[in-house]
T-cell receptor, first 111, second 113 residues
Framework: EAGVAQSPRYKIIEKRQSVAFWCNPI?????LYWYQQILGQGPKLLIQ????????DSQLPKDRFSAERLKGVDSTLKIQPAKLEDSAVYLC?????????FGPGTRLTVT | GNSVTQMEGPVTLSEEAFLTINCTYT??????LFWYVQYPGEGLQLLLK?????DKGSNKGFEATYRKETTSFHLEKGSVQVSDSAVYFC????????????FGGGTRLMVKP
């Protein structure tokens, strides 16, 4: 069974630029999550989708972050404009039962 | 609110030493508890879980027991290997909520040959 796929694996941008990350969850998983993991910390939830609907986006900085899952399968997370403090690993996960399966992450560096 | 507290690392051990990584939690409901492991350059992998009090999760020689009375879920392994070097995250999910994982800050384990 294929795991959660994410791309790109690494991205370096300058502050005030925009960036987008892509995630393809495990086939058949209805629930998808985006987490932000700052270096040396545990992951923090940004947004949770159930199929193509948002379940929880209370921790998403909506002035600069947006996410969509239009067809209820793959998802994109966008940052516009980026700030230095957005440097982190962005993790996508999908859920089966109570277990969440994580992708390899996208490491974003904002300079 | 819900939170998870782990011992700070790094934890440095020699091969075949006994490992304990402490984890305590606070939760407004009845959580399920997890340990995730993150090897260098890789994503998070579920190591073990326990869904109710007194349950013991185990995998790859690692164990953790859900202790409701002390709100703890300490990770243990009797004999660590160099290949166990990684960052370990304790996490919880509330069983009656949207299955949002709350993570601790992570503990880096370094095992020397």
């Amino acid at each position: 069974e294929a795991g959660v796929a994410q791309s790109p694996r690494y991205k370096i941008i300058e502050k005030r630029q925009s960036v987008a990350f892509w995630c393809n969850p495990i086939s058949g998983h209805a629930t998808l999550y985006w987490y932000q993991q700052i270096l040396g910390q545990g992951p923090k939830l940004l947004i949770q989708f159930q199929n193509n609907g948002v379940v929880d986006d209370s921790q998403l900085p909506k002035d600069r972050f947006s996410a969509e899952r239009l067809k209820g399968v793959d998802s994109t997370l966008k940052i516009q404009p980026a700030k230095l403090e957005d440097s982190a690993v962005y993790l996508c996960a999908s859920r089966d039962g109570i277990e969440q399966y994580f992708g390899p992450g996208t490491r974003l560096t904002v300079t | 609110g819900n939170s998870v507290t782990q011992m700070e690392g790094p934890v440095t051990l020699s091969e075949e030493a006994f490992l304990t990584i402490n984890c305590t939690y606070t939760a407004t409901g009845y959580p399920s508890l997890f340990w995730y492991v993150q090897y260098p350059g890789e994503g998070l992998q579920l190591l073990l879980k326990a869904t109710k009090a007194d349950d013991k999760g185990s995998n790859k020689g690692f164990e953790a027991t859900y202790r409701k009375e002390t709100t703890s879920f300490h990770l243990e392994k009797g004999s660590v290997q160099v290949s166990d070097s990684a960052v370990y995250f304790c996490a919880l999910i509330l069983n009656n909520a949207g299955n949002m994982l709350t993570f601790g800050g992570g503990t880096r384990l370094m095992v020397k040959p």
